[in-house]
């Protein structure tokens, strides 16, 4: 299968490795300069449970420098550059492509629905980690799993196929009909543990100083959570919590890339999570004024960021 990657930074280049590994065409599509070189000059680096190594079977450019129609291309930029990211891809989608978004947050289906046919998208989340380690070099450690699904039931083949090429891959990938809850239960997660980190400073470990960090973390999932149920989501503030509290103590050193984004000065991903929470919540007459709080707090870091 003809796979293109549409951002490769450390998500994206993690899957094409993999799917290069397994045998699928993969292009790389990225505008980073530093880090496409690399990977024409030395392959791929990643290292991942299964080793080191170079993987030198796949291609890597600038989204204009590509010439061929993929039969799947996986969206891997940041949310906030998805839009200029498919506009600079959208003379190579054909009627028959398929576009798959794993990206996290809210309002994916939205953004690419507005190059995309709805019946070619197909939505999902996952629990794989990746890092950016330097340019060309990508590592990944544990297990994660991939939850898709069509949003349109028509396509209920087309993402078993690409469920199937995935796990030949290693990405364990399930068609998973529940994948909103998935997909929610994420964003409650990335609502409370990233904005929060990004606004304190705090590393994971050190949201668990003082109590008031998990009761902070415990307010924003119970308002992601009640917001999702009234969208007839069914996901589960307990379920979620026992995410939260077992990366608090399990990942203690860890910087959310929210906090690594507010670090490097960058914008963050803070409206496609808490933004989206909060416009949602807005609709259904849903107060959620923790998360609105670390919304407007990270508003104002970027905003200042960028006079800097
Ligand atoms: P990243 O910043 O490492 O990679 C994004 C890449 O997109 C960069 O290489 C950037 O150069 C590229 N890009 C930006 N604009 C582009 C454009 N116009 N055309 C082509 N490429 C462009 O981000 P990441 O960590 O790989 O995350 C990607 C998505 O996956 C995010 O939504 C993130 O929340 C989600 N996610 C990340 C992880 C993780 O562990 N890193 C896990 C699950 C989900």
Redesign the pocket.
């Known amino acids: 299968m003809n796979i293109a990657i549409?951002?490769?930074?450390?998500?994206?280049?993690?899957f094409g490795g993999l799917l290069a590994e397994a045998g699928q065409d993969v292009i790389l599509?990225?505008?980073?300069e530093g880090?496409l070189n690399a990977i024409r000059n030395n392959g791929l680096g990643l290292c991942t449970d299964s080793g080191d190594r170079q993987v030198t079977r796949l291609t890597a450019m600038?989204?204009e420098q590509a010439q061929v129609s993929p039969d799947l291309l996986i969206?891997?930029?940041?949310?906030l550059?998805t839009e200029?990211?498919?506009?600079?891809?959208r003379r190579l989608l054909s009627p028959d492509t398929l576009v798959l978004?794993?990206?996290?947050?809210l309002g994916?289906i939205e953004a690419v629905g507005r190059h995309v046919r709805q019946d070619r998208i197909l939505i999902g989340?996952?629990?794989?980690?990746?890092?950016?380690v330097g340019p060309g070099q990508v590592r990944?450690h544990g297990q994660?799993l991939v939850r898709i699904m069509p949003v349109e039931i028509q396509q209920q083949k087309a993402a078993t196929q690409v469920a199937k090429i995935l796990s030949l891959a290693g990405l364990r990938c399930e068609v998973d009909p529940q994948a909103w809850t998935a997909i929610w239960e994420?964003v409650a997660f990335?609502a409370a543990l990233n904005s929060l980190c990004a606004v304190t400073g705090c590393t994971v470990g050190q949201l668990n100083a003082v109590s008031d960090g998990l009761a902070l973390a415990r307010a924003v999932v119970a308002e992601v959570i009640a917001t999702a149920q009234s969208a007839g989501i069914n996901a589960d503030a307990a379920h979620c919590m026992a995410s939260v509290t077992d990366a608090l103590a399990r990942h203690k050193a860890h910087k959310p890339?929210m906090l690594q984004?507010v670090i490097a000065g960058r914008q963050t991903?803070i409206e496609?999570?808490n933004g989206e929470v909060v416009a949602r919540a807005h609709r259904a007459g849903i107060a959620v004024p923790h998360t609105e709080m670390l919304l407007g707090l990270v508003r104002l870091i970027q905003a200042r960021k960028a006079e800097d």
């Open positions: 549409l951002g490769a930074g450390a998500m994206g280049s993690l599509l990225d505008i980073n880090h600038r989204p969206v891997f930029t940041k949310t550059h200029a990211a498919l506009a600079g891809v978004t794993l990206q996290n947050g994916n989340m996952t629990t794989w980690p990746a890092d950016l990944s994660g994420k990335n890339s984004d991903e496609s999570i």
